[in-house]
């Protein structure tokens, strides 16, 4: 299941923009009030008193009772529960808001300590055109809801953040709220304590890429230190090429994306595959983390190819069965392969292979489902194990014994294992596309606290910092 290497890459040097120190996160400024300026109340009432219910339905109201102007994109609200199971899924929905639904996000996380009352919390969040809050204002009525994935009954009378008897809105200091990254609001579980950004130890230096870049031959994208592959090779269909000009760059949702193209009409000789990886080979433990849109389906032609979209981190195979080999791999096959006949998505952690014959050491989780659309993908790696996270849910946790011995590159790439899923002659391709790239050097973030790093660098117009050293 794995991408195979392509040839130990040549080290260059990297352009250091250091626009940000690992450790001045907190310190970002706001676009409209400081932290240090900001006051927020917040009042809850539910929706749904019970003791269990179809769906939690925490509604809200956000105050600014500081004397300066907020920026609702800049405020975060997390509302803590306890999960019905180790492998129970949520989703997300705004019923109604006096701001629009459009501009309400709501994403799910995972405490890195669990309490008896809360081991996961929903976040809620604001884009930009839900504007900013006057001193003395508040956001109206956010009417919102959460069930689980199976919509299976949810038990909520022990979840930290619920009050069954307010049905009527009161200021409740059991949801936090966040402005800048600082709580201003609340008192969080125990088990929150570690997702302040400033909180983690480690050397914390840091890659971080909004991949906002013209072209596949934008001077800034080979100086910021990333290769567009162009050379010949495995993995994937024999003879297919591995195209640079397929990979693009355009707007989308407010933020600049990278898209990967792959295409075929049926041949070896006319299957284009795509790769992009940084040069160096420089990464090792901390955390990584991208937000990947995998696709289902062709954006034209045909259905059906086996077609595999990744995020991964490699280094080279020095010898067969080399112990020093490491890989960390997301994979999506939206139409099956390997043996499967339908989408699964992977996370492989690799101590090594043999190529020939075939022989593979490695540890894997996985999930048989659509993952269509976008999706927040981190990877930690500490000395003691890797853990991989999907859109804040805990996805995988591997064994020490697959843990990287050398630094290793960061890379994305699509390509088709193989032409047997559509043997039509007929032109397809299929899109991934990336968002963004982060790597903290020797620091185990949560997906919370990625997020809150995305979101610092971003409101502080910063689109790309390297501070990690080269090996």
């Given at each position: 299941?794995?991408?195979?290497?392509?040839?130990?890459?040549?080290?260059?040097?990297?352009?250091?923009?250091?626009?940000?120190?690992g450790?001045?996160?907190?310190?970002?400024?706001?676009?409209?009030?400081?932290?240090?300026?900001?006051?927020?109340?917040?009042?809850?009432r539910?929706?749904?008193?019970?003791?269990?219910?179809?769906q939690?339905?925490?509604?809200?109201?956000?105050?600014?009772?500081?004397?300066?102007?907020?920026?609702?994109?800049?405020?975060?609200?997390?509302?803590?529960?306890?999960?019905?199971?180790?492998?129970?899924?949520?989703?997300?929905?705004?019923?109604?808001?006096?701001?629009?639904?459009?501009?309400?996000?709501?994403?799910?996380?995972?405490?890195?300590?669990?309490?008896?009352?809360?081991?996961?919390?929903?976040?809620?969040?604001?884009?930009?055109?839900?504007?900013?809050?006057?001193?003395?204002a508040?956001?109206g009525?956010?009417?919102?809801?959460?069930?689980?994935?199976d919509?299976?009954?949810?038990?909520?009378?022990?979840?930290?953040?619920?009050?069954?008897?307010?049905?009527?809105?009161?200021?409740?200091?059991?949801?936090?709220?966040?402005?800048?990254?600082?709580?201003?609001?609340?008192?969080?579980?125990?088990?929150?304590?570690?997702?302040?950004?400033?909180?983690?130890?480690?050397?914390?230096?840091?890659?971080?890429?909004?991949?906002?870049?013209?072209?596949?031959?934008?001077?800034?994208?080979?100086?910021?230190?990333?290769?567009?592959?162009?050379?010949?090779?495995?993995?994937?269909?024999?003879?297919?090429?591995?195209?640079?000009?397929?990979?693009?760059?355009?707007?989308?949702?407010?933020?600049?994306?990278?898209?990967?193209?792959?295409?075929?009409?049926?041949?070896?000789?006319?299957?284009?595959?795509?790769?992009?990886?940084?040069?160096?080979?420089?990464?090792?433990?901390?955390?990584?983390?991208?937000?990947?849109?995998?696709?289902?389906?062709p954006?034209?032609?045909?259905?059906?190819?086996?077609?595999?979209?990744?995020?991964?981190?490699?280094?080279?195979?020095?010898a067969?069965?080399?112990?020093?080999?490491?890989?960390?791999?997301?994979?999506?096959?939206?139409?099956?392969?390997?043996?499967?006949?339908?989408?699964?998505?992977y996370?492989?952690?690799?101590?090594?292979?043999?190529?020939?014959?075939?022989?593979?050491?490695?540890?894997?989780?996985?999930?048989?489902?659509?993952?269509?659309?976008?999706?927040?993908?981190?990877?930690?790696?500490?000395?003691?194990?890797i853990?991989?996270?999907?859109?804040?849910?805990?996805?995988?946790?591997?064994?020490?014994a697959?843990?990287?011995?050398?630094?290793?590159?960061?890379?994305?790439?699509?390509?088709?294992?193989?032409?047997?899923?559509?043997?039509?002659?007929?032109?397809?391709?299929?899109?991934?596309?990336?968002?963004?790239?982060?790597?903290?050097?020797d620091?185990?973030?949560?997906?919370?606290?990625?997020?809150?790093?995305?979101?610092?660098?971003?409101?502080?117009?910063?689109?790309?910092?390297?501070?990690?050293?080269?090996?």
């Open positions: 299941m794995s991408t195979r290497p392509t040839g130990r890459r040549t080290r260059a040097a990297l352009a250091l923009t250091a626009l940000l120190g450790a001045a996160l907190a310190g970002l400024p706001a676009t409209t009030a400081a932290a240090a300026d900001g006051a927020l109340a917040v009042q809850y539910t929706g749904s008193g019970g003791a269990t219910a179809d939690s339905e925490p509604w809200f109201k956000v105050r600014n009772t500081g004397s300066a102007p907020v920026q609702l994109s800049q405020v975060k609200v997390r509302y803590y529960f306890k999960a019905d199971s180790p492998n129970a899924s949520y989703r997300f929905a705004c019923s109604w808001a006096v701001k629009g639904c459009a501009a309400i996000t709501g994403t799910f996380g995972t405490l890195a300590h669990p309490t008896a009352t809360a081991d996961r919390y929903l976040e809620i969040g604001f884009t930009a055109s839900a504007g900013s809050l006057a001193p003395g508040d956001t009525d956010l009417q919102l809801r959460f069930f689980r994935s919509w299976q009954t949810l038990r909520q009378s022990d979840d930290y953040s619920f009050n069954g008897a307010q049905t009527s809105y009161a200021d409740w200091n059991k949801v936090t709220a966040r402005l800048a990254g600082a709580t201003v609001w609340g008192t969080a579980p125990e088990g929150d304590d570690p997702t302040d950004p400033t909180d983690p130890p480690g050397d914390g230096r840091t890659l971080f890429d909004d991949f906002d870049y013209s072209s596949h031959t934008d001077p800034a994208l080979s100086a910021h230190g990333w290769s567009v592959r162009s050379n010949s090779g495995g993995p994937g269909v024999p003879g297919a090429a591995w195209d640079p000009s397929k990979v693009t760059f355009s707007a989308s949702g407010g933020n600049s994306v990278m898209n990967l193209e792959t295409s075929t009409a049926g041949t070896g000789a006319s299957t284009v595959h795509t790769e992009v990886l940084t040069r160096s080979m420089k990464f090792r433990n901390g955390t990584y983390a991208a937000r990947v849109r995998f696709s289902d389906a954006k034209y032609g045909p259905d059906g190819d086996r077609v595999v979209q990744t995020f991964f981190t490699i280094n080279d195979l020095k067969p069965m080399a112990d020093d080999y490491a890989e960390y791999d997301f994979e999506y096959l939206p139409n099956g392969g390997w043996g499967e006949p339908a989408n699964i998505l996370t492989t952690s690799w101590e090594t292979y043999n190529p020939d014959p075939w022989q593979a050491v490695n540890q894997h989780s996985e999930s048989r489902r659509s993952f269509a659309g976008w999706h927040d993908l981190v990877v930690t790696i500490d000395d003691s194990a853990t991989y996270y999907v859109d804040g849910q805990h996805f995988g946790t591997h064994d020490a697959y843990l990287p011995e050398r630094p290793m590159s960061i890379n994305f790439n699509q390509w088709l294992i193989d032409l047997g899923g559509q043997t039509s002659t007929t032109p397809r391709a299929y899109d991934q596309q990336v968002d963004y790239v982060l790597h903290v050097k620091q185990v973030l949560t997906p919370a606290q990625v997020a809150a790093r995305i979101d610092a660098y971003r409101d502080a117009g910063t689109s790309f910092v390297d501070e990690v050293p080269a090996p």
